[in-house]
C-alpha cells in the first residue's frame, strides 16, 4: 500500500490550466486563491464573554479559474464551501491567505478599492425565493445593480433588462411582475439576469438549484451552461452533488472539513477518484458503463460517524475518523495535495493511502441520470 503513496510532483499549489478542456478554459488565470484561510471566532463564558476557539471554516486552500473556465467545489454540508464563495466576493474577510482577481491581490481590499471590481464579479444564490426583494418589480431588481453603479447601456435601463429576461429564457413583457408571479425555476433565473447586468467575468454560484426540483435543475444548469459557453463568463459553481457539477464543471475540487482533498479535470476525477472521500461521494451518483452492456456500479459506500466538528478537527487527515483505510501515519501527519502516482497532471489528491485508479470509464459511457441527461438535449424554461 504504502508504494501507492509515491508523490511525484508537490509545487502545483496554484493549478494549472484545465487539459484537454474547451477553447474557451485556455484563457489566463482570472482568480487565483492560495492558503485561504478563514477562522470564526466561537465566543463562550459569562459574565464575560472571550473567544474559546475557532470554527476552522476555510483552512488553506489553494485554487484557481481561469477566464471562461467552470470550476465545481464540491462537499458535503459545513465543509466550507459558501464560505469559500464569500470570501472570493469578499463579503467576508479572509483571515489568512490571499485573493488575487485579474493579477491584482483583493485579499483585504477596501470598499473603495474594490469598487472597480465589484460588477466583474457577481454571485448567485441557493434560494431564489429569498434573494429576490419580493416587494420590487423584475424590472426594478435586474436594473438594480446598474443604478447602484450608475451604468447607463446604450438604448436605456429598460431595454437590457428586457434584453436580459430574453438571455435567460424569460418572457421581456413580464418587466413589470413580482417575485411571487413566477415559479422557482424562473426566479432563479431572475436571479441570472441580475447576475449578468453587470456583464461580469465571474460568477460564484452557491448551490444554485438545489432549492429546485430536479427536472427544473437540468434546465437552469443548462441555462448557466449557455450563459458561461456564449458570454465567456468563469463560474466558481458550488454544490454538495457530484452528479449537479458533473454536467457543468471543466475541473472539479472536493472539500472535507475546510480543506480542498482532491482536484482535477472532470473526466480524471469521476472516472479515476483516488482520495477515499471522493469515492464514497461518488459512490451515491450514476454508474459506470464498462462497454459490452456491463455496468460497474460503484459499491455503495456508507460513511461512518459524523462530520467531526470545524472547531477541533482531528490531527493530520482530517477525513481519517471516517476513512476505512486509515492507519497510525493519517493521524500523525497531514497528507499534502499532490499529484500521486497514476494521477493525470493537474489531478492533486491529499492522501497517504490512496485508491488505485480502477475505473477506466469513457465520458460517453458514464449511464447519466435520466433527468439530468436532458442537460444533453437542451431544456426549455423553467
Ligand atoms: N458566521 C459564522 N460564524 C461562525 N461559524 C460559521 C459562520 N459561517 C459559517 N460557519 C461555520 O463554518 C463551517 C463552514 O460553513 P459553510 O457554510 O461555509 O459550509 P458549506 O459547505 O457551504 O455548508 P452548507 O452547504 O450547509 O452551507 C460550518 O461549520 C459553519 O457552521
Redesign the pocket.
Known amino acids: 500500500m504504502a508504494g501507492q503513496e509515491e508523490h511525484v510532483k508537490n509545487e502545483e499549489s496554484v493549478l494549472p490550466a484545465p487539459r484537454g478542456a474547451g477553447a474557451d478554459a485556455e484563457g489566463d488565470p482570472l482568480l487565483v486563491v492560495a492558503g485561504l484561510t478563514?477562522h470564526?471566532p466561537?465566543k463562550g463564558g459569562f459574565p464575560i464573554r472571550r473567544t474559546v476557539g475557532q470554527?476552522q471554516?476555510?483552512d488553506g486552500i489553494d485554487l484557481s479559474v481561469r477566464a471562461g473556465e467552470s470550476f465545481g467545489l464540491v462537499?458535503?454540508?459545513?465543509?466550507?464551501?459558501?464560505?469559500?464563495?464569500?470570501l472570493i466576493t469578499r463579503l467576508l474577510e479572509p483571515t489568512a491567505g490571499t485573493i488575487t482577481y485579474r493579477g491584482q491581490d483583493i485579499s483585504h481590499a477596501s470598499r473603495r478599492q474594490l469598487a472597480p471590481i465589484r460588477s466583474e464579479i457577481q454571485m448567485i444564490f441557493q434560494d431564489p425565493y429569498s434573494s429576490l426583494n419580493p416587494r420590487q418589480t423584475v424590472g426594478r431588481i435586474i436594473s438594480g445593480p446598474m443604478e447602484v453603479n450608475g451604468i447607463e447601456p446604450e438604448g436605456g435601463r429598460e431595454k437590457r433588462v428586457r434584453e436580459l429576461l430574453e438571455i435567460v429564457g424569460l418572457n421581456p413583457e413580464h418587466y413589470n411582475r413580482f417575485p411571487h408571479e413566477f415559479s422557482g425555476g424562473q426566479r432563479q433565473r431572475i436571479g441570472v439576469a441580475r447576475a449578468l447586468a453587470l456583464e461580469p467575468k465571474l460568477i460564484v454560484a452557491?448551490?444554485p438549484v438545489s432549492a429546485l426540483d430536479v427536472s427544473i435543475q437540468a434546465q437552469v444548469v443548462n441555462l448557466l451552461q449557455q450563459v458561461r459557453q456564449e458570454l465567456g463568463i468563469a463560474f466558481l459553481f458550488?454544490a454538495?452533488d457530484l452528479a449537479v457539477v458533473r454536467h457543468f464543471s471543466q475541473r472539479v475540487a472536493v472539500?472535507y472539513l475546510?480543506k480542498i482533498i482532491e482536484v482535477g479535470d472532470r473526466d480524471s476525477i469521476y472516472t479515476r477518484p483516488r482520495h477515499p472521500y471522493t469515492h464514497a461521494l461518488l459512490s451515491a451518483v450514476p454508474e459506470v458503463n464498462v462497454g459490452d452492456g456491463e455496468t460497474a456500479a460503484r459499491e455503495r459506500i456508507r460513511l461512518a460517524g459524523d462530520v467531526p466538528?470545524?472547531i477541533a478537527p482531528p490531527s493530520g487527515c482530517r477525513f481519517r475518523t471516517r476513512c476505512w483505510k486509515a492507519q497510525d501515519r493519517c493521524a500523525a501527519e497531514e497528507p499534502p495535495l499532490v499529484r500521486i502516482s497514476g494521477n493525470h497532471a493537474g489531478h492533486l489528491t491529499a492522501c497517504h493511502f490512496p485508491e488505485e485508479p480502477t475505473i477506466e470509464a469513457r465520458e460517453e459511457d458514464i449511464v447519466l441520470d435520466p433527468a439530468l441527461a436532458a442537460l444533453e438535449e437542451g431544456g426549455s424554461a423553467g
Open positions: 478563514k470564526f466561537v470554527v471554516a476555510v462537499g458535503e454540508s459545513g465543509c466550507g464551501k459558501s464560505t469559500t464563495g464569500r452557491d448551490e458550488i454538495h472539500m475546510g466538528s470545524p
